[in-house]
């Protein structure tokens, strides 16, 4: 198990990373004006739960080899970002979905839970710029002189997937409740739900064309 002080400095390192806007932001918020708060929180379980096979990767080592890896580490990254896409432009597609059934400004949430989760399990789980955390940071709290190196990781791994699903699912919330505003208008819901597409599809083209270790 690591110290106490190495689990509060690396809780602490994570929260001020998870606390930057980024991918996982962006991605989150995307999925929420597509498909409601229901979506948005579903999409950040997914999602964490993507980065659990990644965690263990890492503690035994396995991690390290696509970090290193430029051309897996493509693949991987390119897969991501495909899917991103994917989503995004499916989401697109079907902006005006349900919209017809919607009464009295109520929300249509289309996306099976089960569809969601999988889809945000996905996104995590293809993510490398979580390995590269996970393989950059995750050694400089361990003691190694401690034994259970892995325990350790593992302890520390998921101290960052708890912070990172409370305050990404703060962003959900918040989110979802800005979407419930554009429920009274099927036009503004059916931009809303396009605008939310849009950023998938952005945040996918933007992973695919940063650099090789980015």
């Given at each position: 198990?690591?110290?106490?002080?190495?689990?509060?400095?690396f809780s602490l390192a994570s929260l001020l990373l998870i606390l930057l806007p980024g991918p996982s932001v962006l991605f989150v918020i995307g999925r929420s004006l597509a498909h409601g708060h229901r979506g948005?929180?579903?999409?950040?379980?997914?999602?964490?739960?993507?980065?659990?096979?990644?965690?263990?990767?890492?503690?035994?080592?396995?991690?390290?080899?696509?970090?290193?890896?430029?051309?897996?580490?493509?693949?991987?990254?390119?897969?991501?970002?495909?899917?991103?896409?994917?989503?995004?432009?499916?989401?697109?597609?079907?902006?005006?979905?349900?919209?017809?059934?919607?009464?009295?400004?109520?929300?249509?949430?289309?996306?099976?839970?089960?569809?969601?989760?999988?889809?945000?399990?996905?996104?995590?789980?293809?993510?490398?710029?979580?390995?590269?955390?996970?393989?950059?940071?995750?050694?400089?709290?361990?003691?190694?002189?401690?034994?259970?190196?892995?325990?350790?990781?593992?302890?520390?791994?998921?101290?960052?997937?708890?912070?990172?699903?409370?305050?990404?699912?703060?962003?959900?919330?918040?989110?979802?409740?800005?979407?419930?505003?554009?429920?009274?208008?099927?036009?503004?819901?059916?931009?809303?739900?396009?605008?939310?597409?849009?950023?998938?599809?952005?945040?996918?083209?933007?992973?695919?064309?940063?650099?090789?270790?980015?």
């Amino acid at each position: 198990m690591p110290s106490v002080e190495s689990l509060a400095a690396f809780s602490l390192a994570s929260l001020l990373l998870i606390l930057l806007p980024g991918p996982s932001v962006l991605f989150v918020i995307g999925r929420s004006l597509a498909h409601g708060h229901r979506g948005g929180l579903l999409s950040v379980l997914g999602n964490e739960l993507g980065a659990l096979p990644l965690l263990v990767a890492v503690a035994f080592g396995l991690g390290a080899i696509v970090a290193e890896s430029v051309l897996l580490f493509t693949i991987v990254k390119l897969l991501g970002a495909a899917y991103l896409v994917y989503l995004g432009i499916q989401t697109i597609r079907h902006r005006g979905a349900g919209l017809g059934q919607s009464a009295g400004g109520a929300v249509h949430e289309d996306a099976a839970p089960w569809v969601t989760l999988r889809q945000g399990f996905v996104v995590g789980v293809s993510n490398p710029k979580t390995t590269v955390f996970f393989v950059a940071v995750l050694p400089q709290f361990v003691n190694f002189h401690a034994g259970s190196v892995p325990l350790q990781m593992l302890v520390l791994g998921l101290a960052f997937v708890v912070i990172a699903l409370v305050c990404d699912s703060t962003w959900a919330i918040a989110a979802g409740a800005a979407r419930h505003w554009f429920a009274s208008s099927p036009k503004r819901l059916s931009a809303i739900r396009a605008s939310g597409g849009g950023m998938m599809v952005g945040l996918g083209g933007a992973l695919a064309l940063t650099g090789s270790k980015a």
